[in-house]
């Protein structure tokens, strides 16, 4: 791969698995010990972040920083080596001999897109001069480090249909989205998914039929953030309306209908200059509509609670009809209406709550009885003025 140019991975659907792969596979920094016992460290690959509006000093300074992490420096050496000098042809030779002292076997640039574009007034990334691209290609043909790139459509069409000459170069191009068509990848991440189920119908594996994934696979295009956020939706939509919802085919297509209604146009173009742009915003209008139904949700819960209360019997209609059936239940001495009568008239001149059950029915059999009782008193109510000066002192007390 010595001195080539690959792109590592392009698309609208996250972070390319290139870096994860790369990272996980392969150590970063080995040492080789010589005969004599001196030590060389030679970096395998290194990882550097683009600057955005091709901000070259950054973009220098960012390799410096990337050597500097890759060896393990808290104190940034290389960095600030580079941040130094001020030309820019002085930050270029820098930056070469490190890539040779270090024997660095291959550089990757992730969001390259970043570092080829700039924005502009109407805030749409444009392409910016080619001394960006022209920094890459002289280190990769000073040094024969071979380069790879990560990034949008936007960084594909700027690097090798723009850059005509950059063909001849091309090592292998790994596409980020390429897991989206693969079939393997698309049962794991479901598989995955159904672990977290808040419904009380549970999706089984059992249930991931061929139509069932034939409607995921339609309204997603296999993206990985969109099958999550369909899926999430779908948990939603279920809650919301009916916990016993079946999960099925029709729902699926409904939900994305109702939450993603234009994200099938938007995912049909998905090489249009404005994809991410337009992806993402459906995605938060999404996010803007399921809160919306949380919201509406809590209003309605809250209107039932609310009405439970005042539906709730009052504490007279409960001991009425607590002394009723209970007196009824062991005599049939005195007459519905004459219990009521009582019950009624005993509350009202007594200070009963429905937490006195049994002394009220036990005082309601005496009056029947013709036994006098000593009623409970209510409490004296306080006179409007008195009640106005105390709440006048709690004020002051607050303050």
């Given at each position: ?10 698309g609208g659907t996250g972070k390319s698995l290139a870096l994860s792969i790369i990272m996980s596979h ?169 672990d977290y189920q808040w419904t009380d119908v549970k999706i089984t594996k059992e249930d991931l039929t ?190």
């Amino acid at each position: 791969m010595n001195g080539s140019f690959s792109l590592l991975g392009y698309g609208g659907t996250g972070k390319s698995l290139a870096l994860s792969i790369i990272m996980s596979h392969y150590k970063q920094v080995v040492i080789h010990r010589l005969k004599g016992g001196d030590e060389i460290y030679q970096i395998l690959y290194l990882i550097v972040q683009c600057p955005p509006n091709g901000n070259m000093s950054a973009f220098y300074s960012n390799i410096g920083k990337a050597v500097d992490t890759a060896i393990g420096y808290t104190y940034p050496a290389f960095q600030k080596r580079i941040d130094q000098v001020r030309s820019l042809g002085e930050k270029l030779n820098i930056v070469i001999n490190i890539i040779e002292r270090f024997n660095i076997g291959l550089i990757i640039f992730d969001e390259i897109q970043m570092f080829l574009t700039s924005k502009n007034s109407n805030h749409e990334r444009v392409n910016v001069k080619t001394e960006s691209f022209q920094a890459i290609t002289t280190i990769m043909n000073s040094t024969g480090v071979s380069i790879g790139v990560i990034g949008t459509e936007i960084a594909y069409r700027l690097i090798f249909e723009d850059q005509i000459h950059q063909n001849r170069r091309l090592g292998k191009t790994i596409y980020a989205d390429s897991y989206c068509s693969n079939h393997s990848t698309f049962m794991r991440i479901l598989n995955a998914l159904i672990d977290y189920q808040w419904t009380d119908v549970k999706i089984t594996k059992e249930d991931l039929t061929p139509d069932l994934l034939k409607a995921f696979m339609d309204c997603t295009h296999g993206i990985i953030d969109l099958i999550i956020g369909l899926y999430s939706a779908l948990q939603h939509e279920a809650l919301i309306t009916d916990r016993k919802t079946k999960i099925n085919e029709s729902f699926v297509r409904k939900v994305a209908k109702k939450y993603y209604p234009n994200l099938m146009k938007t995912i049909d173009n998905i090489g249009a200059s404005d994809y991410d742009r337009t992806r993402l915003a459906e995605i938060e209008e999404a996010s803007k509509l399921m809160k919306k139904d949380i919201s509406k949700q809590s209003d309605i819960e809250h209107e039932r609670t609310i009405s439970k209360i005042k539906n709730k019997p009052s504490d007279k209609d409960m001991l009425i009809k607590s002394a009723v059936a209970k007196i009824t239940a062991v005599s049939d001495d005195f007459k519905v209406n004459s219990i009521i009568d009582v019950s009624k008239e005993l509350y009202e001149t007594g200070n009963y709550s429905v937490t006195d059950e049994k002394q009220f029915t036990r005082d309601v059999m005496k009056v029947l009885s013709g036994k006098k009782i000593r009623a409970k008193k209510k409490p004296d109510r306080m006179s409007k003025d008195v009640m106005m000066q105390f709440l006048d002192n709690k004020t002051q007390d607050t303050n």
